[in-house]
Every structure is written in C-alpha cells, then in structure tokens.
DNA sequence: TTAGGGTTAG
C-alpha cells in the first residue's frame, strides 16, 4: 500500500512572504516517491518572474562598458575560452575593475568548460567587488558550482544568502544542479520547498526537474509532472514538450513520446532530434527511417544529430541506400567535420558491408575520438578480419587512448571471430588489470564463445563457474552454440536447460537443442524437446528476409502458390537450386572457385526475371546471401518470398524480425540491402 | 535585457 504524505504545509495557511503556500503531496512507498499530486497555482500565476535590478547595479557606465559587452558577446556565441581570456586581460588592464554585469558571462564561461579552479577564483573576485549580493551574480555562481560538480558549495551559497531564497531562477539554478549531478531526490524535496515558500515555479523549473526522471522507476512521478505542466500551460514552451518527450523514452515509453510527438502543434530541430534519437536508442529503425523521410518531405533540413540517428538505425537495417544518401548529403553540407556524423558514418559502412569505406572515413578523420577506433576495431571484427582488429587496438593503446568497457567488447569479440584465442585471452586479463575495468556480462559472452569456439568447452564452463556477475541467457546460449560446433551434448542439455530458465520463450534454442539430438540420432531427445515446446505453446515462426527498396526495408515471409506467374518462378528456382547445389559441391573439391564466383556475383536469368548474387562474409561463423541485382517484369513480391525459400534454406539472412511486411508491388530493384 | 533549460556516436 502506499502511504499518502503531505510533504508541506496545508494550503489555508499563509508562509512568511505573505504569499499562500503551495502544498504539494507526494506518494512514499518503500521510501521511494512513486507520484506526486499537485495542488492548483493562484490565478495570478506568472509563467515567468522579473527579478528587480539593484540600482546600483543599472549604471551606464557597467553596462556599456566596452569590456563588458565584448565579454557578453562572446559568451552568448559560445567562445568561452576567448571571453575569460578578455576577462584576464580586464583585470591586467587595471582600468576599470570587474562589475555585476562582468562576472555573469565569466562564470557561465567557467561552468561551460568545466573549469572548477578558475570558478572559485571567480567567487573571490565577486566577494572583493561586493558583487555576491547582486541577483545575476548570485545565480551565475550557483550554476557554476553545479556545472562543477561542486553541488555542496552551491548550496552553501544557497543557504548563506537571505536573497536566493527569495528568488525563483536561485531555486531553478539550484534544481537543476541536483538533476544534473544525480540528486534527484533533493531537486524533488526543494522542488517542494519552493512552492512551499510560495514562489512561482515557471517553464525553467521544469526544464531542471522532469530530466531527472531517467528511468522506468521515475514513470509515474513524470506523468504527473506531465500533468502539472499541461493545466498550467507550461507545455506551449518548445523546450518543456522536448524535454517531456526526452522523459518518457529514457523512461522506456517510446509510445507515450510518439503521442506527445504528434500532438506537438509545433516542433522544433530538438523536437525531431529527440524523437528519432529515442526510436534508434530503442532499436525502432524503421520508424527512423520512416520519420527521417517525413522530414525530407516536409522540407525540413536534418542536423548531425538527426542524421547520427538515421545512419544508426541503417546500420542496424543494413539499409546501405539510404546511408549512402545521408553520407552524400553529409559530403555537400557544413556538417562534415562533425565527429559524431563520422563515428556514425563508420559505423554504418562498417556493417553494410563496406569497410573499405569505414576505413578511409577513419583514416582521414584529424582527430579519432575513443568512438571513432570502437567503430572501427568493431567494423574489422565483423567481417573476421581479427589482426588488423588487433592490430588498431593495439595502436589505438599507442597513441594514448584510454579504453574503456566498449571497446574491449568489440576486440574480445573479433579475437573470437578470428580464432585469435590466445589474444582475447590476453586482453580479457589486461582489462582488469592495467585499466581496472571490471568485465561485465557481455564481456563474458565473448569469452565464453571464445573459449567455446576453440573447443576449450571445459574451460568455457568453468568460466561461467566462477563469474562474479549472474551469467544471462546470453551467456549461457554462447556455450550453446560452441556445443552445437563441437557435438557436446551433454553440456549442451546443460547449458539449455540455463538458457531456457532466461528465455523460454527463445525458438532458436530449441531447435538448435532439437537440431543436436537429431545428428546424434537421439529420437527420444528429440521427442522431449518437441514436448516442451509444444507445452509453453511455441511454434517456429516462418523463415523470412528483408529488402531495401526505395529506401525502405521491407520484410518477406516464404511459401505461396498462388501468383499466375507461378509456374515460370519456380522454373527459375529450380535453376538457382542447382546453382546453389554446383556451389556446394565447389566448396569441397574447388573452394576458392565457389568464393571468387560468389564475391563476384553469380546468378540466373529468364526473359522475364533474373536475379544474381553474392556472399558476405560477416566474420560470425555465417554469410549472408547478398542478392546484388534483381529484375522483374511485373509483380515481384511472390518472387522475391520463393527467393527466399532457397536462399534461407543454404543461409543465414540476417534476422528480420522487427521490419515491416513487404508491401510495394516492386517491379525492378537494383542493391538489394 | 544581464541569471535558470531541452537533442547527438561505438
């Protein structure tokens, strides 16, 4: 049950400003705020508060005093580095000391580059000029030790003047401090405090405190906060809906930003940004792609942040046309020294397939941000190119870069893809011991595959034995899969039986359970899994693929017969069957014959439909059948779903599970994926 | 007309 606690006063009674209090009441269970309830705002509620400048403060000669409105200019255009150096050069001068319209702008400059010392020397200057008591600067220094990560000086600020307590933007600047250095709860608590002295809360107050509702824990008290915003109005301001928006998919409802999203009447860049942002971080790449191409349609010019997002989701789609676009427009616009655009960029042409592309991306990049060699190494890793993988970590090492979580699981993993057991070895113990990383559960899935793959099961075992961490699924099912190589049965049932207490629902470890029994000719093995299957209700979902066209990636299913171009299909099936079987048969007399004719595509062809095709090789045990040109006169969509039935039989398509079905009456497509 | 806030990569 939850305890109902009124966190303040009752809303009859009157504080010491005179003002009526505001009560707000939050709703405790297990010590945790789970909502909060707020009680209505006068009528005479004022979005935003004018703060009474002290006379002495307003004289012209602060206000236009050269030095001033140069250091003004130049913090409002982000040069930070240039306006502390005019304001050095202010105080050299000796001609005219700091003022309260100077220290403002040098604090926020301080704060923007994370210059903690040079703050406090600051602080020093404002008490020697007897400027701590002006609004402006009080504020500024509060912002400053926040952005400083010195939260407790700022309250001490906070306390020791009689004068923040009487102002709305010293609460808002002290709020969002505690938001921003994770002190959710104390933004919260003078969150309450401040309508309990009766000061207004406006759009600003909210912009700190609805950020910290970071998780699904926060869901509730940020729907109320939701709720609190609409009934005052608050929600016309840009900023407050984006922020909002942002909330609800760091709080795992992509649903509720998509709603609020569309009821926006007006959306800025950030707006888009952030919604395609949340569908990328949230694996929904197709909604992406979807709202990139409204965007384009509406005439609206992505920035590098929409465009980062675009390029991730390709990435994930392996929807390489699009990504080609974007790099073009990305080659012809002013965002081409953006670093973040880059690391996308490689990432993207790393995992469509070109890494050639990813790599001169990488070269010629001035600066490589931890990022940029993460992409890169991961790119090698990929396409089972483990010792130049090797290779650029260790050069990456070289040059000073220090790494972190990531990047050792982009190189254990292409040390396994690579068969460089020994390597991955080697780097697993120098991530605990010269970068004292602690290695999580990813890290142990590659280790496990490892081992696994190198036929050291025992030790791939005993690793799981003695994690520190609860091994998941994932680990588990990586000591599946080197058990199905290896022909273990007996680990393998034990690994299952793990794997399916994390994911019962998973097919693919049934099948593959199902798979072993059947080489080794274990009937009733087989019948027992089947059983269990047919118990928890789990039945094998229809082979399907995925194609790009016209920008979009479309999902196909198998099995059909009723088309009027039936009869001609499977005639040219038939002949692709055969060319799959003459393929499988150079693979053990002529292997390097059936690769060269793979890479450079081979196919069939009929009057009215042709298609050929070629292999990558993604490094991870499998290929994927890449089909490179595809021409049909009339209606494809048939052809393309018996295509399929061939091709998933001899390979692996990447798994499409969460793209669209195939809709377009496509009659010709060139670059499938 | 000077303070307080929102979106990016592996």
Redesign the pocket.
């Known amino acids: 049950m939850a305890e109902e606690t009124t966190a303040e006063g009752d809303e009859s009674t009157t504080n010491a400003t005179g003002k009526p209090s505001s009560p707000v009441v939050g709703f405790f269970y297990q010590q945790k705020i789970i909502g909060f309830v707020f009680s209505p705002i006068p009528s005479n509620f004022h979005r935003?508060?004018?703060?009474g400048?002290p006379k002495s403060?307003?004289n012209a000669a602060s206000?236009t005093n050269p030095w001033n409105t140069q250091l003004?200019d130049l913090?409002?255009q982000g040069h930070y580095h240039q306006a502390l150096h005019l304001y050095r050069s202010l105080l050299r001068s000796g001609s005219s000391p700091p003022t309260?319209?100077t220290f403002?702008?040098a604090?926020?400059s301080c704060?923007a580059l994370y210059l903690p010392l040079s703050g406090q020397q600051l602080h020093s200057h404002v008490v020697k000029t007897g400027c701590q008591s002006?609004?402006?600067v009080l504020?500024?220094l509060?912002?400053?030790y926040?952005?400083c990560r010195s939260v407790e000086n700022a309250r001490k600020l906070f306390d020791e003047s009689p004068l923040s307590r009487t102002?709305?933007?010293?609460y808002?600047?002290l709020i969002?401090?505690y938001?921003?250095n994770s002190g959710f709860l104390d933004a919260i608590t003078l969150f309450c405090r401040m309508r309990e002295v009766g000061l207004w809360v406006?759009?600003?107050?909210m912009?700190?405190l609805?950020?910290g509702c970071t998780g699904p824990m926060h869901m509730c008290f940020g729907m109320s906060v939701h709720g609190f915003i609409v009934k005052y109005g608050l929600d016309t301001?840009?900023?407050?809906a984006?922020?909002l928006l942002?909330m609800y998919?760091?709080c795992g409802s992509i649903e509720l930003a998509r709603n609020l999203f569309d009821d926006m009447p007006e959306k800025?860049?950030?707006?888009w940004?952030?919604m395609i942002?949340?569908y990328?971080?949230n694996g929904f790449a197709t909604q992406v792609l979807e709202l990139y191409h409204e965007m384009e349609s509406l005439g609206i010019c992505p920035?590098?942040?929409?465009l980062?997002?675009v390029?991730?989701s390709c990435?994930?789609l392996g929807a390489r046309k699009v990504g080609l676009k974007v790099e073009q427009q990305t080659e012809s616009s002013r965002f081409g020294f953006?670093?973040?655009?880059k690391?996308?960029l490689i990432?993207m042409n790393a995992r469509c397939g070109n890494l050639a592309r990813a790599r001169s991306i990488f070269d010629e990049m001035p600066e490589k941000?931890?990022?940029?060699?993460?992409?890169i190494i991961?790119g090698y890793g990929m396409h089972g190119q483990g010792e130049i993988a090797v290779e650029l970590f260790d050069k990456m090492i070289k040059t000073g870069i220090k790494?972190?979580?990531?990047?050792f699981v982009?190189i254990l993993s292409a040390c396994s893809h690579a068969g460089l057991t020994g390597k991955g070895l080697g780097y697993f113990t120098l991530m605990e011991r010269n970068y004292g990383l602690q290695a999580g559960l990813e890290h142990y899935s590659c280790m496990v595959d490892l081992l696994g793959r190198a036929g050291r099961l025992a030790e791939a075992h005993g690793l799981i034995e003695s994690m520190p961490v609860e091994p998941d699924g994932v680990v588990w099912g990586a000591l599946l899969g080197a058990c199905k190589i290896h022909g273990n049965i007996e680990l393998a049932e034990l690994a299952f039986n793990r794997v399916i207490a994390f994911e019962p629902w998973n097919i693919g470890f049934y099948v593959l359970m199902s798979n072993m029994y059947t080489e080794a000719k274990d009937t009733e093995g087989v019948r027992r899994v089947r059983v269990m299957m047919r118990e928890r209700k789990l039945k094998k979902d229809p082979g399907c693929s995925y194609v790009e066209y016209k920008g979009r990636t479309h999902l196909f299913m198998v099995g059909d017969r009723s088309h009027p171009q039936t009869e001609e299909m499977y005639r040219m099936l038939d002949r692709l069957e055969g060319l799959v079987k003459e393929l499988d048969g150079y693979e053990k007399t002529d292997p390097e014959r059936r690769n060269e004719e793979l890479v450079n595509g081979v196919g069939v062809h009929s009057e009215r439909l042709a298609i050929s095709f070629g292999l990558l090789n993604t490094g991870l045990g499998m290929e994927i059948l890449v089909i490179k040109n595809l021409r049909i006169c009339g209606d494809c969509h048939l052809f393309i779903k018996l295509v399929s039935k061939v091709v998933d039989r001899r390979f692996v398509v990447r798994d499409a599970t969460r793209f669209h079905h195939f809709k377009d009456g496509a009659c010709s497509c060139n670059d499938f994926w």
Do not use: H
């Not at 800025?268 to 707006?271: D, E, L, P, Q």
């Not at 953006?338 to 655009?341: A, I, T």
């Not at 790494?403 to 990047?407: E, L, R």
């Open positions: 935003r508060e004018r703060v400048t403060y307003t206000s003004r913090a409002k309260a319209f403002p702008f604090l926020k704060a002006d609004p402006f504020t500024a509060i912002s400053m926040c952005k102002l709305t933007v010293c808002n600047a969002a401090g938001t921003y406006n759009d600003v107050t912009l700190g609805v950020p301001d840009l900023a407050v984006n922020c942002t998919v760091r800025g860049m950030i707006t940004n952030a942002s949340g990328a971080q920035d590098p942040v929409a980062v997002g390029l991730s990435a994930n953006n670093v973040f655009l690391n996308a990432n941000t931890l990022v940029s060699w993460t992409a991961g790494p972190d979580g990531a990047v982009s």
